[in-house]
């Protein structure tokens, strides 16, 4: 059977601005005195990275990382590998991890033990969006969230389904319809 794709909105473009700026004064009171490294994660969080850093007030460091999951349909624990490592130097810096969506966890799981291996003076996540009805990992909680939301695949502002509705200005669920 032919499925359509139809996009229902979940997040307006304004709200998530709003919540980008309100996430960006909070990050902004934190970081007083001290300069941050913003460690995007790609390609996810290539929107979210670039309208949150344009609302920080401190010296700020942008470098981005990427990551892949291999997921197996009969184990439940997914594999997590690097295509690019962070390029700069985190021993001694306050790293803040940008992250376009925390669902499973085992991507930030993953992310923070390596990222703590490199000795940054401090490590916090910056998640825009959080399901939390479908952790597996064992996480500490994100230090910021921009949205909690329910089990739903979500597309647009840098989020994906197969490569594509990144460049929408707003978050949708993707929703599967038989035609
Ligand atoms: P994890 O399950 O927490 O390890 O998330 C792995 C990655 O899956 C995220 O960084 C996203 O790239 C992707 N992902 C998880 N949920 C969604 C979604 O609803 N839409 C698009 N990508 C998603
Ligand atoms: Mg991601």
């Given amino acids: 059977m032919t ?9 307006t473009a304004e709200k998530i601005d709003a919540r980008v700026s309100e996430l960006a004064d909070q990050i902004n009171k934190d970081y007083v005195g001290k300069s941050i ?3 995007g994660t ?3 969080a290539y929107i979210f990275m670039a309208d949150l850093s344009r609302k920080i007030t401190a010296p700020t460091e942008i470098d981005c990382l990427k990551v892949s999951s291999y997921g197996d349909s009969t184990s439940p624990i997914s594999q997590v ?10 021993e001694g810096k306050h790293v803040l991890l940008v992250e376009d969506i925390v669902d499973t966890g085992h991507t930030l799981a993953y992310l923070r033990r390596y990222l ?3 000795k940054p003076a401090s490590l916090k996540v910056c998640a825009l969006l959080d399901k939390p009805s479908r952790r597996e990992a ?3 909680e994100s230090e910021y969230i921009g949205f909690q939301i329910p089990d739903a695949f979500v597309v647009g502002y840098g989020l994906d389904f197969n ?6 200005p707003f978050i949708g669920e993707l929703i599967f319809e038989d035609i």
């Avoid at 499925?3 to 997040?11: G, H, S």
């Avoid at 590998?81 to 985190?90: N, R, T």
């Avoid at 490569?163 to 929408?168: A, E, G, S, V």
């Fill in 37 to 39: 490294i913003l460690m």
């Fill in 163 to 168: 490569q594509r509705y990144r460049n929408l």
């Fill in 42 to 44: 790609l390609k996810g």
């Fill in 3 to 11: 499925k359509k794709e139809r996009i229902e909105p979940l997040l």
């Fill in 116 to 118: 703590e291996s490199r």
């Fill in 81 to 90: 590998a690097f295509d690019q490592k962070p390029s700069i130097e985190l």
């Fill in 138 to 140: 064992v996480l500490p």
